[in-house]
């Protein structure tokens, strides 16, 4: 491995210990037995790796998601694989809840991280289309622009707000089952009212 792979492990392990605004350069050089001019050098600056340590964290969670029901035709399994995936989402989260916790302190510093910002609202339009294509079986490169910027946006926004639950209270966060009887309900009312 070179520099540049030990710097990226380095920060990855110290964003699962210390988080992203208490991470310094010299805890990433500690961790990855580098020196400090090799982060400017490979990465431009310590915000810039965090971002990319980050996203690498970040990127292999959506394999936990998969539904056993993921290789049929699109839109195949309707609320099954609905709940199916919003299951395995939550079961991921106490192995995750490093990654998760980390996700909220990275969307409150955003502001702070001016030339970083750019990286993180693509790795989250990444992120759409990855969760986008969990829940139609779309393949990622053929979902098409509507569908990613309607459906896309509802299973973020939802997935955004059921970690919330799930870190603040895990107790009294809202359940698979309970988000797809919602959704079946939802849909029931809004037929009564055609």
């Excluded at 400017?40 to 292999?60: F, M, N, T, V």
Aim: net charge negative; aromatic share 6%; glycine share 12%.
């Amino acid at each position: 491995m070179g520099h540049r792979e030990d710097l990226l492990e380095g920060a990855k392990r110290c964003l699962l210990e210390k988080g992203f605004a208490r991470t310094t350069a010299r805890d990433i050089v500690k961790e990855s037995g580098t020196n400090l001019g090799s982060i400017g050098y490979h990465y431009g600056s310590k915000d810039a790796l965090l971002a990319q340590a980050y996203i690498a964290l970040i990127e292999p969670l959506g394999d936990t998601f998969e539904s056993s029901l993921a290789g049929g035709s699109p839109g195949e399994g309707g609320l099954e694989r609905f709940q199916e995936i919003w299951g395995n989402i939550i079961r991921s989260v106490p192995e995750a809840r490093p990654i998760w916790m980390m996700t909220l302190e990275v969307i409150t510093q955003g502001e702070r991280l001016a030339g970083i910002r750019e990286l993180l609202i693509e790795a989250q339009k990444q992120g759409r289309s990855g969760i986008t294509a969990l829940f139609t079986g779309i393949e990622e490169n053929e979902i098409p622009a509507d569908v990613l910027e309607s459906e896309g946006r509802l299973y973020t926004t939802l997935l955004n707000g059921l970690m919330m639950q799930w870190l603040f209270d895990p107790a009294s966060a809202t359940t698979a089952e309970q988000l797809t009887e919602g959704l079946r309900r939802v849909t029931r009312r809004m037929r009564e009212e055609v």
